[in-house]
């Protein structure tokens, strides 16, 4: 079973910040955070992962609770290609199963 | 960029024929995963293989499907006899090596069982 819980599906308008939440209460001192989307018809796509400090790379920013049990996924200017279901997984580095819950769906709105 | 490759995209069968999916993963990578994604539903691992070997396979139904990847290349996952529950979508993913960062995937092969 998947170790995340998401909210089912999220609006964003075109522009703004999109922000993703995930809570992994249960998640574990060795294992890391990733997101993943998955937007229609294709398979899904790597965005970032991180452990305990906040990361940002090209895609969006992910932010970490302190205690580590919840996170926020930031798209900083969403589009409408940012339409898609996104994936909060909890792995360690060296697992490689990724358990996929059922996402967000987030819609864009023009 | 390079990319997973699948084929075919789209698939229509009768349930009882035997379908086969192929997929070829990225230049250099190790490792090969096949998924089946059910509609609504985030994908669930089949198979996975390291080289040409199988490392985990515990949620492949054995009696019905089986994967190769005889030259630890591209990779055959077969369904035979195809039945109405296995239409899906059925996504190859590759990754330079075990535990590593990022899985990158296919686009997908959708089955339709009739």
């Known amino acids: 079973d998947a170790k995340t819980t998401q909210p089912t599906s999220m609006d964003c308008a075109e522009g703004r910040a999109a922000n993703l939440p995930c809570n992994h209460s249960t998640i574990s001192g060795n294992e890391y955070v990733y997101w993943y989307r998955q937007i229609h018809s294709q398979g899904p796509q790597y965005i970032i992962h991180g452990l305990k400090n906040n990361e940002t790379n090209e895609m969006a920013s992910l932010i970490i609770t302190e205690d580590r049990k919840s996170s926020t996924l930031i798209l900083p200017h969403a589009t409408l290609r940012d339409t898609a279901v996104y994936y909060c997984i909890v792995r360690t580095y060296r697992d490689d199963k990724i358990i996929f819950g059922k996402g967000t769906r987030l819609h864009i709105l023009p | 960029e390079a990319e997973v490759a699948q084929s075919p995209r789209y698939k229509i069968t009768e349930k009882s024929q035997a379908v086969a999916f192929w997929c070829d993963p990225i230049?250099?990578?190790?490792?090969l995963y096949w998924y089946r994604q059910i509609l609504g539903q985030g994908p669930e691992l089949l198979v996975q293989f390291q080289d040409e070997s199988v490392v985990d396979d515990s949620q492949l139904p054995k009696d019905r499907f089986s994967a190769e990847r005889l030259k630890g290349v591209d990779s055959t996952l077969k369904i035979q006899p195809a039945e109405l529950g296995d239409s899906a979508m059925y996504l190859c993913?590759?990754?330079?090596?075990?535990?590593?960062?990022?899985?990158?995937f296919g686009p997908g092969t959708r089955l339709t069982v009739t």
């Open positions: 993913a590759s990754s330079q090596r075990q535990g590593a960062n990022e899985q990158y």
């Open positions: 230049s250099g990578h190790a490792t």
